[in-house]
């Protein structure tokens, strides 16, 4: 098989000839590969399957600070596709930015008014292109579209205000959230048309010890605008593969995520969800991604501890597959290079023993 067939199947769950992986290293971590391989080109030698594609979209804001009428933005703060601002605190944040939301405290005209994003006429060439480059070289397409529905909307409005919106059933928080969706609607099916072959969908919805929102909240304004993108998706290729990011604990959800459609749970994040019992629930209807956590064992944890809880998730996963093995998030200037080998060293002790 070519590494796409490959981890497509072990995807479907219909077996596989070597274990997926995935990683996504930071700055600092791509810096020192290059200083031990002379290239920044790691996903080539991890042996990852599939490579990462994120569409250009058109931002239609006015770029800069006069974005925000009720706040003033430090000098520094960079405005991303939806004209959400960007601000770090310090040099040692590294990813981590302060949002700065531009319909904080917006009336319902505001919210319409807002020029929002939207994709560009000639992008779905541009992504053809793309995706049909790597399936020539027998490589798996993962199309980046997180941020999907809720992420967006809060980084806009503020998760306090939309929050509100949505227990007082303001018509501020149907206008924005069916506004997100339609966008997100219109990426997606640009995406599946493209022939990618994994869409990747996302919103944090859990924090480290309990879920973010209450499981009906979600499913009166976020169930069903997920499952309108998740559709629109299929309507164009139902073979493309639904992946779905949330970090935190997430298990009260699970059920209704596989109910309208996700096939692809990632990153499970061990901090907060068991590996195990989640596989054990839910391994028969849906397949994962992750699972190594990045908050612990992988800066903290020795060489032996990598292996032996790699090893084990990959027992746990079994011949079919079913698994992508990774880190939960990207791998921070903590990580000891060791640790990342140890992960490589259990794939291959796997492999050998199946």
Same mark, same amino acid.
């Given at each position: 098989m070519t590494p796409r067939e490959n981890i497509l199947r072990a995807l479907r769950r219909k077996g596989f000839d070597g274990v997926p992986v995935d990683f996504v290293l930071c700055d600092s971590q791509i810096a020192d590969f290059e200083k031990r391989f002379g290239h920044k080109d790691y996903e080539t030698y991890f042996g990852m399957s599939h490579r990462p594609l994120e569409m250009? =979209?058109?931002?239609?804001?006015?770029?800069g600070a006069e974005q925000f009428k009720r706040e003033s933005v430090p000098e520094s703060t960079v405005f991303d596709e939806y004209g959400i601002g960007h %601000?770090?605190?310090s040099s040692a944040a590294f990813h981590m930015t302060r949002m700065h939301h531009p319909l904080k405290g917006a009336d319902l005209n505001e919210i319409l008014d807002y020029p929002y994003p939207t994709v560009p006429g000639d992008e779905l060439a541009k992504l053809t292109q793309k995706v049909n480059n790597l399936h020539s070289k027998g490589l798996a397409s993962f199309a980046f579209m997180q941020m999907t529905v809720w992420e967006a909307s809060w980084y806009l409005r503020s998760m306090e205000e939309l929050m509100i919106d949505m227990m007082l059933e303001d018509e501020k928080a149907t206008a924005l959230l069916d506004i997100i969706t339609e966008f997100a609607i219109s990426k997606a099916v640009t995406y599946a048309k493209a022939g990618v072959d994994i869409l990747s969908l996302g919103d944090d919805i859990g924090t480290q010890t309990t879920i973010m929102i209450d =499981?009906? #909240? *979600?499913?009166? *304004? #976020?169930k069903t605008r997920l499952a309108k993108v998740i559709e629109a998706a299929k309507q164009v290729n139902p073979n493309i593969i639904i992946f779905y990011h949330s970090c935190g604990h997430i298990t009260p959800f699970i059920d209704q995520l596989i109910e309208i459609g996700v096939e692809v749970l990632n990153p499970i994040q061990p901090e907060c969800m %068991?590996?195990?019992? =989640?596989h054990d629930k839910f391994g028969d209807r849906l397949s994962f991604w992750g699972t190594l956590g990045t908050q612990e064992l992988l800066p903290f944890g020795t060489k032996e501890e990598v292996f032996a809880t790699t090893l084990s998730r990959l027992n746990k996963m079994g011949k079919m597959g079913g698994l992508v093995i990774g880190p939960t998030h990207m791998v921070e200037p903590e990580v000891p290079w060791e640790n990342l080998m140890a992960i490589i060293e259990a794939v291959e002790t796997f492999q050998k023993n199946r």
């Open positions: 250009n =979209v058109q931002r239609n804001y006015t770029f %601000s770090k605190g =499981v009906e #909240l *979600w499913e009166i *304004w #976020l %068991s590996f195990d019992e =989640v």
